[in-house]
Nanobody, 120 residues
Framework: QVQLVESGGGSVQPGGSLTLSCAAS????????MGWYRQAPGKQREVVAA???????NYADSVRGRFTISGDFAKNTVYLQMNSLKPEDTAVYYC??????????????WGQGTQVTVSS
């Protein structure tokens, strides 16, 4: 079993900053990618940023230049530094991990989400 726990969400004013953290635990054999997704009310869940164990990073166009993803795969942990936050960044942010378990079964696992609210 693999579990992901996010932390760091909260409420900030436009232009503010916030850092999200996500730690995966359980019967993990290897972690291939970790990433952040978000979902606003009435909208589909979208990818925000992702990072592979090899260090390759990808960002959504809407956050590129403002958000920075980093990871410590030895700790199965991923971070998202969010700067210059905008009201449109308001959403529930979810952490996802692509891992193989101790039984060598590969799959995606999700956290429960953390709320980020940007308003004046």
């Amino acid at each position: 079993q693999v579990q992901l726990v996010e932390s760091g969400g909260g409420s900030v004013q436009p232009g503010g900053s916030l850092t999200l953290s996500c730690a995966a635990s359980g019967s993990i054999f290897s972690t291939y990618t970790m990433g952040w997704y978000r979902q606003a009310p009435g909208k589909q869940r979208e990818v925000v940023a992702a990072i592979s164990s090899g260090g390759t990073k990808n960002y959504a166009d809407s956050v590129r230049g403002r958000f920075t993803i980093s990871g410590d795969f030895a700790k199965n942990t991923v971070y998202l530094q969010m700067n210059s936050l905008k009201p449109e960044d308001t959403a529930v942010y979810y952490c996802k991990a692509d891992v193989s378990t101790s039984r060598r079964i590969r799959g995606d696992y999700w956290g429960q989400g953390t709320q980020v609210t940007v308003s004046s």
